[in-house]
C-alpha cells in the first residue's frame, strides 16, 4: 500500500468518521499509504456526504509482450476510479425524503488533485452506510416512548384514548430500501451498510487494500501477469515419468502425473 495515496474531505473527516479518525490513519499509514485531509472551504457549500479518494504513484507499467514491468522516466500520480462516499444515517433519510440522494452522491466534489494528476475515469461510486440499523432502532424506541407517554397523560386526565399518530418507521426503512436499490440499479452504485461507526475501521481498510492492488488483480484476469515457466517431465512410460519425476530436485503436481497411474 506504500504507492496509495487516501485524500479525505472535511465532511467526511469532521462527520461521521470523526471518532474513528485516528485509529483508521494509523492503520492506513502503518502500511505505507499517505493519507491527506483537506480543509474546510469558505466558498464551496457544505456537502452531504463525506468522501473519500485514492490516488496512486505510477512509477512502471507493464509490457504486455516482454511480461515485465518497465520504469517511467518520471513518476506519474493518478487517480484511481474507486470514489467512497460516507453518511450518516439521518442525513440518509433525509436526502431520501426530498428525493436527492442520487444527486447528492452524483455531482458532490472531490478533494481537489494534486500537481500532475491523472483522472481515470468514469468514477465508480461507493456509499457506506454508518449505524442505519441501530439508527432505526433508536427511532422506534423513541416513538414507542413517545406514544407511552401520550397514553399516560390521557389517562391522568381522565379523557379517552385517542391513536396518536407517529411517522412509521417501516415506511421510512421502505423508503430507504427503495432509493438504495434505484442507486445501485440505476447508478451502478456499491451500497455498504455498516452496523457501528467502529466497524468502518475494517471495512475502509479492506477497500484500500483492494484498490491497491487492483492493478494486479486486472493483470490476473486477462491472464498477462508474469507466470513462472512450468516444467513438463517425459518418459518412455508414464511410470518411467513419475519415478523419473521423484527424482527431480522438486515434487510434481497433480497435473503432472498421467492420469493412468493416479
Request: hydrophobic share 35%.
Amino acid at each position: 500500500m506504500r504507492d496509495l495515496i487516501i485524500r479525505l474531505d472535511a465532511e467526511a473527516a469532521q462527520g461521521p468518521l470523526a471518532p474513528v479518525l485516528p485509529q483508521l490513519r494509523e492503520k492506513w499509514e502503518a502500511d505505507g499509504a499517505t493519507v491527506y485531509i483537506s480543509t474546510p472551504s469558505l466558498v464551496q457549500e457544505p456537502q452531504q456526504t463525506g468522501i473519500i479518494v485514492f490516488e496512486r504513484r505510477v512509477r512502471s507499467e507493464y509490457d504486455p509482450v516482454q511480461k515485465l514491468w518497465t520504469p517511467l522516466d518520471e513518476e506519474q500520480i493518478q487517480r484511481e476510479s474507486t470514489r467512497l462516499h460516507i453518511v450518516a444515517p439521518e442525513t440518509l433519510q433525509d436526502l431520501v425524503r426530498r428525493g436527492s440522494l442520487a444527486e447528492a452522491l452524483l455531482r458532490a466534489t472531490p478533494p481537489a488533485l494534486g500537481p500532475n494528476v491523472h483522472v481515470e475515469t468514469p468514477a465508480r461510486h461507493v456509499l457506506m452506510i454508518l449505524g442505519l440499523d441501530a439508527y432505526f432502532k433508536q427511532l422506534r424506541t423513541a416513538q414507542h416512548r413517545a406514544y407511552t407517554e401520550h397514553v399516560r397523560q390521557r389517562v391522568l386526565h381522565g379523557q379517552s384514548s385517542t391513536r396518536l399518530h407517529l411517522p412509521s418507521e417501516e415506511d421510512a426503512r421502505a423508503d430507504i430500501d427503495k432509493a438504495l436499490l434505484r442507486l445501485q440499479m440505476l447508478h451502478a452504485c456499491y451500497v455498504v451498510q455498516v452496523p457501528q461507526v467502529h466497524d468502518a475501521v475494517d471495512h475502509l481498510y479492506s477497500i484500500a487494500c483492494d484498490v491497491s492492488i487492483r492493478p494486479y488483480k486486472l493483470l490476473e484476469g486477462r491472464r498477462e501477469a508474469p507466470t513462472r515457466a512450468s516444467r513438463t517431465i517425459t518418459g518412455p512410460s508414464p511410470l518411467a515419468t513419475f519415478r523419473g519425476a521423484r527424482r527431480r530436485p522438486f515434487t510434481p503436481s497433480r497435473n503432472d502425473i498421467p492420469p493412468s497411474i493416479r
